[in-house]
């Protein structure tokens, strides 16, 4: 039987009772999750200070020795995860609000209806919203598919249910195992993995999953009915609407494709070559250098390899700017803006974006604080004592903040702050494993402490 001391146990209890502040926080007291993430990283870091000891360091250094030392950290963490994922956010929230706007989704819905036909609207939903949702956020992604759901109930009669359920499991899978959202990004930059490797984990994984949910969406469609309710602003005019609506009013399907499809091909080209170890483009060196004057000395400069163009590329961040660009452009020329209103209706999915990255920087300092707290070697102790795989481990972690606070961010964050020490030294498999584990159970058990709940619910 496993026994541990109180300092041992300690960093549990100090796990425990930050996560119950959270819940707390966010589901009786109504706080916004910025703030309660940031009180619970200082609550965890007062409380880790109780007993300091349970801190220490490998090399038996306390982390956490001084009150100082809990704001110190609280902000380190803040301002080490808003670097890693602030751009990514912002941008792929552009592209997804151009996308809207321009008709773009419309676009690829429909040659996805094309493909698939009528009678299977709701794999052709699945499917489209599945890859429109890569570089979108659920609720957003949710919001534009579920006028489309209804007005295919409206042409069809029938199958509601497996609509709206077709849209949630194509949005919700990528939302908790594809780059750019604020959860896989935060858990490519704790686990330290390649971020294009994570897109085409993250995207070959979740079709298990999609192909699950579709088939537990049709099962659920046979055995219940759920109609169609009236809600404010939406009309039987304003669907048929959307499904009548011409293609000519709608951009080109491979312009619609581009601002999603250039900049995943940017990044998982870049990981490729990595594998692969890509060779030199010597005729670039001499374009690049500007003659030298009679007389002048000028350094050898090393030619510009084909390696560092395409890793310049598939950089997350400029991937994002090119996709964002196509964006942009694709929503002028298709709704005839200019230069001003272009920054006029992009202020509102900044503004979203940058809620998004308060929460989830807040929700960095707290994981930050919790594996300071001594927590990763904690539970490292306790699965070597229990035998547990650490893919399992990851697993349960995830799914156990996942249930107790109800964000899939968070509880990534917080679960990839912890295993990170515990993979650090080495793994006998590769690290996406355990990233694709903290996913899986990310997107687990979604109950009334998650707002993705509430967004379908209304």
Not at 425 to 449: D, E, K, Q, R, T
Request: net charge neutral.
């Amino acid at each position: 039987m496993l026994a541990l001391t109180l300092v041992e146990g300690w960093p549990f209890i100090v796990l425990a009772a930050s996560v119950g502040f959270i819940v707390i926080a966010i589901t009786k007291l109504k706080l916004h999750p910025f703030l309660a993430l940031v009180l619970a990283a200082i609550f965890a870091g007062c409380l880790a200070r109780v007993m300091p000891e349970s801190t220490a360091n490998a090399d038996g250094e306390v982390v956490i020795g001084s009150l100082t030392n809990v704001l110190t950290l609280m902000l380190n963490g803040f301002g080490a995860t808003a670097g890693g994922v602030a751009v990514s956010i912002a941008l792929a929230s552009i592209i997804g609000f151009c996308l809207m706007e321009s008709g773009a989704a419309d676009r690829v819905v429909r040659r996805f209806l094309q493909a698939f036909g009528e009678k299977n609207a709701g794999a052709a939903l699945l499917v489209s919203t599945y890859v429109l949702s890569i570089p979108i956020f659920f609720d957003t992604m949710f919001m534009l598919m579920a006028p489309l759901a209804k007005a295919l109930y409206v042409r069809t009669g029938k199958n509601y249910l497996l609509y709206v359920l077709c849209v949630c499991c194509g949005g919700v899978i990528t939302h908790s195992l594809t780059v750019p959202h604020p959860g896989p990004i935060a858990a490519v930059e704790a686990l330290k993995i390649d971020v294009g490797l994570s897109i085409l984990g993250g995207i070959c994984a979740g079709i298990i999953p999609a192909f699950i949910g579709f088939g537990v969406a049709s099962f659920l469609t046979s055995r219940m009915t759920v109609p169609l309710r009236e809600t404010l602003g939406t009309t039987k005019e304003d669907l048929e609407a959307v499904i009548n609506k011409p293609l000519s009013q709608l951009p080109t399907l491979v312009g619609s494709m581009m601002p999603i499809i250039l900049p995943i091909a940017l990044i998982s080209f870049s990981s490729i070559l990595k594998v692969a170890d890509g060779g030199q483009v010597e005729w670039l060196g001499p374009l690049l250098n500007a003659p030298a004057a009679p007389g002048e000395v000028v350094p050898v400069r090393q030619s510009i390899g084909l390696r560092e163009v395409v890793d310049f590329l598939g950089d997350k961040n400029i991937a994002l700017f090119i996709g964002a660009f196509l964006s942009i452009v694709l929503l002028a020329r298709q709704l005839k803006y200019n230069t001003a209103t272009i920054g006029k209706v992009l202020g509102p999915p900044l503004e979203t974006a940058g809620v998004i990255i308060l929460i989830t920087s807040a929700g960095g300092a707290f994981g930050f604080m919790i594996r300071s707290a001594g927590v990763g070697g904690a539970v490292e102790r306790l699965s070597d004592g229990l035998g547990l795989s650490l893919i399992v481990l990851s697993y349960i972690l995830t799914f156990i903040i996942r249930v107790a606070q109800g964000s899939a961010t968070v509880s990534m964050l917080t679960a990839s702050a912890i295993m990170f020490p515990m993979i650090e030294g080495g793994l006998p498999y590769h690290p996406l494993y355990i990233f694709l584990a903290i996913g899986f159970a990310s997107f687990a058990a979604s109950w009334m402490n998650d707002s993705g709940f509430w967004v379908v619910s209304r």
